[in-house]
């Protein structure tokens, strides 16, 4: 789904709006001048910014909108925000939401709220069954071998290619060590990418995953578990001149972007969670 962001003309607006924009993908935004009602009815949501609600009432009363979703942002306005939004209603506009963002907090509350228009809209557009979109995630986890494992803890950031082995939302990854343990060690939260060289739209593959690692040594049982999945032994790795570092990646999100899935009439992108994150883990 497509999101059109219109704001007034003043310069902390617009710096929201293209704020927005980024987080949440997938937009435009324009200036108020410049939206009509043709323009709009081309997008599945609307989005208004702007810090005079008085201003965003004469704007929502101009149109007969009709997209599936409609909110707004009104700039310092806490308090007022909910008194807005109940006399939008009494109006007959269908505002969704009016959400207040305080001037003082940019980026952190505008990245707030489009993080709430992602769970609220976007990611629930065109979702196909859970035990649909499972299949193909891990179809495509197991037809590969190689992702891209990003670890970070304040300015320090690695992004390391690395082969895995993916079985029951787990990923097994053996490593020498190296500088991403110094994020591991901080930061345990971790990201992961396996895709398809691009070549076009009509073959597009692509999947990010969110979870947490775990890692394990010699003398460990959950060690010996990690080299049986990779088809191991312990005689093999002892005879290594240093020791290989098992890593446990316990999944927890895959947002999977692929082409078959509009062949099932579904959107191209898709999510899939294995875990809550609230597993204990070492």
């Known amino acids: 789904m497509n999101t059109l962001i219109v704001y007034d003309e003043l310069e902390r607006t617009k710096e929201t709006a293209i704020c927005l924009a980024r987080v949440l993908g997938m937009c435009r935004y324009l200036s108020w001048q ?20 008085s201003s965003l009432r004469s704007a929502l009363a101009g149109y007969s909108w009709h997209a599936s979703h409609l909110a707004a ?40 709220i489009a993080c709430q228009l992602r769970r609220e809209w976007l990611d629930e557009t065109g979702r196909l069954p859970d035990e649909d979109v499972r299949q193909a995630v891990e179809q ?12 970070g ?23 020498e060590g190296g500088m991403k343990f110094v994020n591991l060690y901080r930061n345990r939260h971790v990201s992961l990418s396996v895709y398809d060289p691009f070549t076009g739209l009509s073959d597009l593959a ?22 049986a999945v990779r088809h191991l032994t312990l005689e093999q790795v002892e005879k290594m001149p240093v020791v290989l570092h098992a890593l ?22 898709q999510y899939y969670r294995w875990h809550d994150g609230t597993e204990k883990r070492r």
Not at 34 to 53: E, N
Not at 80 to 98: S, T, Y
Not at 161 to 172: A, F, N, Q, S
């Open 34 to 53: 410049h939206v009509s009602p043709s323009l709009a009815a081309r997008y599945g949501a609307v989005l208004f910014v702007t810090s005079d609600s």
């Open 73 to 112: 942002v009104l700039l310092g306005k806490r308090a007022e925000a909910a008194r807005f939004h109940q006399q939008a209603h009494r109006d007959g506009i269908p505002l969704e939401m009016v959400l207040p963002a305080d001037r003082e907090s940019f980026p952190d509350d505008v990245i707030a």
């Open 140 to 151: 495509f986890l197991t037809s590969h071998n190689t992702a891209s494992l990003a670890t």
């Open 153 to 175: 803890s304040g300015t320090s950031v690695r992004c390391t290619p690395i082969e895995y082995v993916y079985r029951d939302g787990m990923m097994y990854l053996f490593t």
């Open 206 to 227: 692509g999947m990010q995953i969110t979870g947490t690692a775990s890692w394990y040594g010699p003398g460990d049982v959950e060690y010996e578990q990690a080299l």
């Open 248 to 269: 446990v990646i316990t999944l927890e999100q895959a947002e999977f972007l692929w082409h078959g899935f509009t062949g099932q009439k579904g959107a191209p992108r």
